[in-house]
Structure formats: structure tokens, C-alpha cells
């Protein structure tokens, strides 16, 4: 039975109360802690210089899959976790073959597809969207009945299509409302949401709510961390400085409530990632660390 299909049932209901939620959350076996992810981009400047090295460290330090970036040219990032015995189940991808597919120069989103099938992947996931292409609601609006398409002919390959939100897509718009909004009534039921709690918690949501509101439609999480004292709406990522990023258990988000929120809402895999680091390597180690002891 899919995870999705299990939360309907009287166990998932079970689950639900605070007392076995905190329980789960903080279980050895919390299948989340037990399977953590990475996304690669963390040590995007590491790889150039030494990728197998750097995967290898990846593998030391705990993490059990990895979430490489600039899908189909991540052939190397790939085979280097799978030679380290990790698992390969989602990848952030060029996000204009879906965005702007009639732009010159882009891959088709099905040669995109074929690779990813290829590969052994189950998630692919867009990235983020240029400024010219969000602009207006009814830029989201075009936007979602892109991803919708695209949704499908993922699903058609075996392979889930979602969306990874920055903190812009939270900016209200017309009426009071956001892009985020319009995503959230314009998806099809194909197409899911990679929840960013970083840039949530940025834009002033809170991640735990947003997942409620999102039960059923979120298939992976990114965990990360925010230093205190960042202001709070900020809907300009540009603008939110380079050093807010942290450690997970090393800044203003609690990760406890996000991991019991995550099973409730039926989150496949999770994803730590951390934009920006003096000291990459040691912010990865840091974070698994924090996650064995939570």
C-alpha cells in the first residue's frame, strides 16, 4: 500500500496524537533519520574539485541517498553515490525544459525524462524560476499548467514530478493573494510540492502548517536551518544574507515538529541542505550529527 494510501487508515489516525508523533520523531527507526538525504548543491564547489572524494565523505558522515543537481549532467554525482552505496531517488533538474520549453538552446523535458528513467530515479524536482517568468498571478497561473503538463507525462514515465518553493513565491500579490497560492489550487493531482523549511520559515509560514495544509501533496523536504535575527517576511531571496543559513539544532527552526509533521503528510524522503557554508564539510557532519542525538 502507498505511504499515501496508508494515511487514510485508522493507524495513520493513530499516529496522529502528540505522545506517539513525538515517539516517532524521535525513534531510531524514524525512516526519515534512517534514510537521510543530501542535496549535493551544499558542496556544489567541493564536487568541481573532487567528486568522488567528496561523495565518499557524504557517505562517511551518515547520509543514506543524495539529491544531486543539474539534472542530466549529474552523471558523475550519480554513479559516485551509488558507488558508495547510496541511493539516487530524486534530482533537481534544468528547469527551463519545463518553464520555458520553447526557449532556444532547452532540453526537452522528454530527453530529460528518458535520462531520469534511465538513471533508476522515482522524483524529479524544479528547482526554482526565473524572475521574468513570476511577475504576476497569472505568470503562477501559466507556470502551473506547465508543471501540470509536464506532471504528467512524468507520471506517464514512472517518475514524480514536484515543485521546491523559495521564499517569493509567498509575496502577496493581487487581493491578498500569492503564487504559492495558485500553485496550491492550480496543481493537478500529479503534480506535488518539495517543501523548502528554510525558505518557508523566510517568508514568515510556518512549515508544520504549510504541511498540514499540503497533506497528501508533499513528497519530499528540504532541512535546513535559519541564525536568529533574520528579518522576517523577506520575500527577496537576493536580499536574505549569505550567512543566515545553518546547521540543523544550530539556528531558529525546530526540527522535532517538521519530521512529525513530514509522516502525517505523507513526505517520501528528506533532504538536508544547506545554501551557503564557510565550512561545508563540517556543516554536513553537523547536521547528521544533530539528527542521531534529536
Not at 161 to 183: Q, R, S, V, W
Not at 211 to 232: A, D, I, T, Y
Request: some cysteine.
Amino acid at each position: 500500500m502507498k505511504r499515501r494510501a496508508f494515511l487514510k487508515t485508522s493507524l495513520a489516525a493513530s499516529l496522529a496524537t502528540s505522545t506517539t508523533m513525538k515517539a516517532f520523531a524521535l525513534a531510531e527507526n524514524n525512516p526519515y533519520r534512517k534514510n537521510m538525504g543530501i542535496q549535493l548543491y551544499t558542496l556544489r564547489n567541493q564536487i568541481k574539485e573532487d567528486t568522488e572524494g567528496t561523495i565518499k565523505t557524504v557517505a562517511e558522515a551518515g547520509y543514506k541517498q543524495v539529491e544531486p543537481y543539474g539534472f542530466p549532467n549529474a552523471d558523475n554525482m550519480i554513479k559516485a553515490a551509488k558507488d558508495n552505496g547510496m541511493a539516487v531517488n530524486s534530482a533537481h533538474f534544468a528547469w527551463e525544459s519545463v518553464t520555458d520549453p520553447a526557449k532556444s538552446g532547452t532540453i526537452p523535458f522528454d530527453t530529460i525524462l528518458d535520462k531520469a528513467h534511465g538513471h533508476g530515479l522515482s522524483n524529479l524536482v524544479v528547482p526554482y524560476v526565473h524572475e521574468h517568468n513570476r511577475k504576476s498571478l497569472d505568470d503562477y497561473k501559466r507556470l502551473a499548467a506547465n508543471f501540470n503538463k509536464a506532471a504528467a507525462s512524468a507520471k506517464s514515465a514512472g517518475i514524480q514530478l514536484a515543485y521546491h518553493n523559495h521564499n517569493f513565491e509567498f509575496a502577496p500579490g493581487k487581493g491578498g493573494k500569492t503564487g504559492f497560492d495558485i500553485f496550491m489550487e492550480e496543481f493537478s493531482d500529479e503534480m506535488m510540492f518539495e517543501v523548502d523549511v528554510f525558505w518557508v520559515q523566510v517568508a514568515g509560514v510556518d512549515s508544520v502548517d504549510l504541511m498540514r495544509k499540503l497533506e497528501g501533496r508533499v513528497s519530499q523536504l528540504h532541512l535546513k536551518n535559519l541564525k536568529p535575527g533574520v528579518k522576517q517576511p523577506e520575500y527577496d531571496n537576493g536580499a536574505v544574507p549569505r550567512d543566515s543559513f545553518r546547521e540543523l539544532g544550530n539556528g531558529v527552526i525546530k526540527m522535532e515538529p517538521i519530521i512529525e509533521a513530514a509522516w502525517v503528510a505523507g513526505v517520501d524522503h528528506c533532504h538536508v541542505e544547506q545554501d551557503e557554508s564557510p565550512n561545508p564539510i563540517a556543516s554536513i557532519q553537523q547536521s547528521m550529527q544533530y539528527l542521531a542525538k534529536m
